[in-house]
């Protein structure tokens, strides 16, 4: 608000002598001229007037007989101009003069009639007095129109104010209002003035008795209050979202004045930005962070009412591939369709979210039974499992659905999601596009694992696993072709963990990256300290898992660690898993590629167990074939087995491919091995992995004779 400020005066008045005899002047500014004021002296009434005009007189001297214009006339004149009009007059004559005269003197603005000759100390005194009226007055004057000038600008601060201001007696009741207060409330400054302020304000917990109210007792002890969250009810009935604030008034007033915030653009924008953190852009559906807020609030419900609820948690089986060969794009826009499918196909009133991913969720409300949840999801699952057209081409996909059920799986929103998803994930491992109910049972396998987990975190930091070496013989010639590092962990209480309960966790979890460039470099080192004892062309073969054979730098490691450890890329082999291959057959082309530029031998694991397409072999740039330990076991007892080796024997001689069979622990099994003309073989038969200090024992050349006799 403007404050009055008053205008500097100048620290010596103007008097203002007017005599038309100079000698008159001359005795006047003798007189009066060592005084604290300044005199000044013009001999006729026109001079005078100009001089009134030009500066700020404080008190005029004026005689009254003067040619051309007498005194009279120049006291009219200095009355009727408004800068002159309050100016005080002290008439100075040398004759007596009539009452008229005297009369007509005070009648045009005199303060005072003095007869010549005068008493001087009295004039003083006279003068002084009707100076500091004069600054008095005009202080005043100067004050008031700077008063004037600050109400304006008050009052248009009020009148213009975007906030709504009203100012409420100690009684409540509104005693003014301004013009944006009036428009929120959508009525008149004259209707609602004087009206109760509680008439207006909606605000829960808000007392029906003005006394009992938080402004009340706030103003009482003379504090400011807030009120962030609060509504006005216009005159219309409609309500309106505010922020209010209080504060006293100068205790005289007895009163407070209310500042009113519209909060409606920034309650928006909050409802906004609050869709917007829970629901998924891809598909519009809720996202995690909504669906858990929905979950949430159905749990305190149905936990009064005593209803049945189930949640849904949906992986899209296949979608990966989809995503890798077709693109991202291409994969956003299965998702949109798959989303628009779940919601088409749910009841209205049921909660439907992509929880991220692939992965989709959906809460069943009222059901009365656990077997209607399983109803929907074979209905999900149906519809999921048919053929999307993305970008002119036909793909399929299947989903598997885990199903948790309130209140017998969880009764909170993390244990219910938690069921959810092992279920989910036990379907997974089931076969695939199919549901599963949590059970106690996946609660405690999924524990088992969990602490599996963090064991195999604990070993890798504190170097618990160990390559050992199984030997790979010629079956004709007994020579030692190379060795296959296997990798074993010795837990330091549970004793060795067996590998299939192992590695595949360590796949799952990709904590088979950080072992990867350990083992690449331990095993390529080992066949560098065997050269001296087993030559030039001893190999070594390493295990690649599909998540490593998937990496985009795997070349470039292998590459790494041969030319710092100074090993012929020729004496490494490098063994992929068929799954392995046929994950996507862009990369893995072009891994192999790269794999035979840099010179090692790549061999099929398991062959036979896999995807067994022959039209792969034709294309992929491989050397050795592997055949899986499950057929040389059975192939003297099974028929059928027998033929399945030999045949994998005959067609690895017509690719031009070297056959090892894995798992041969009888002479028998070696003698029908040679007979089919199978090269080489690994098992127990010779060894099984042996510690690296005993593969420094190990012969170079073995004799079939010796085994044969054992």
Known sequence: MAQAQLKPQSSEQILLVVDDREENLVAMEALLGDSPWEVRTVNSGEAALQCLLDNDVGLV????????????????????NPSTRYTPIIFLSAIAH??????????????????????????????????????????????????????????????????????????GNINFVNPAMA???????????????????????????????????????????????????????????????????PRLQRSMVILALDMSVVRNLYAQLESQAATDALTGLLNRRGFHQALESSLARLDRSGKRMAILYLDLDGFKRINDSLGHAAGDQVLRQVGDLLRSSLRPYDVLARMGGD???????????????????????????????????????????????????????DGLMRAADMAMYEAKRAGRQQYRFFSPEMNGRARSRLMLEESLRNAIEQNDFVLVYQPQIY?????????????????????????????????????????????????????????????????????????????????DDLRRVLAELGLCPAQLEVEVTESALMQDLDTTREQLSQLRALGVKIAIDDFGTGYSSLAYLRHFELDTLKIDRLFISNMLSSPKDAAVVSTIIDLGHHLGLEVIAEGVETIEQRDWLLEHRCHIMQGFLVAKGLPVAETAHFPAQIDWDVYRKQ
């Open 61 to 80: 001297l004026l005689d009254v007989q003067m040619p051309h214009m007498d005194g009279f006339e120049v006291a009219r004149l200095m009355r009727g």
């Open 98 to 171: 009539t009452e008229d005269s005297v009369l007509r003197g005070y009648a045009t603005g005199a303060v005072d009639f003095i007869l010549k000759p005068f008493d001087p100390q009295v004039l003083r005194h006279k003068i002084n007095v009707l100076l500091e009226h004069e600054r008095n007055r005009h202080d005043l004057q100067v004050l008031s129109k700077q008063l004037d000038s600050a109400r304006a600008f008050n009052a248009s601060v009020l009148e213009n104010a975007a906030e709504g201001i009203v100012v409420v007696n100690e009684e």
């Open 183 to 249: 428009r929120m409330l959508n009525g008149t400054v004259a209707g609602i003035e004087g009206t109760p302020l509680l008439d207006y304000l909606v605000t829960s917990g808000m007392p029906t008795a003005w006394k009992d109210s938080e402004f009340y007792k706030h103003w009482l002890r003379g504090e400011a209050y807030r009120l962030h969250d609060a509504s006005l009810r216009a005159v219309s009935g409609q309500m309106l979202p505010v922020a209010l604030s209080s504060s006293p008034l």
């Open 359 to 413: 992965e989709f969720t959906a809460l069943l409300d009222g059901l009365e039974h656990p077997e209607d949840a399983a109803r929907i999801a074979e209905k999900l699952i149906e519809l999921v499992s048919v053929r999307h057209r993305v970008d002119g081409m036909d793909v399929t996909l299947g989903a598997s659905i885990g199903i948790a059920s309130f209140p017998e799986c969880g009764r909170s929103v």
């Open 475 to 555: 079956l004709e010639t007994g020579k030692l072709r190379g060795f296959e590092a296997l990798l074993r962990w010795e837990h330091p209480v549970s004793g060795t963990i067996a590998p299939n309960v192992f590695i595949p966790l360590l796949e799952e979890t990709r904590l088979i990256n950080r072992l990867g460039d350990w083992i690449f470099r331990r095993g390529v080192q080992q066949c560098c300290e065997w050269r001296p004892m087993f030559g030039e062309q001893v190999v070594v073969s390493l295990n690649v898992s599909p998540v490593q054979f998937g990496m985009p730098q795997l070349v």
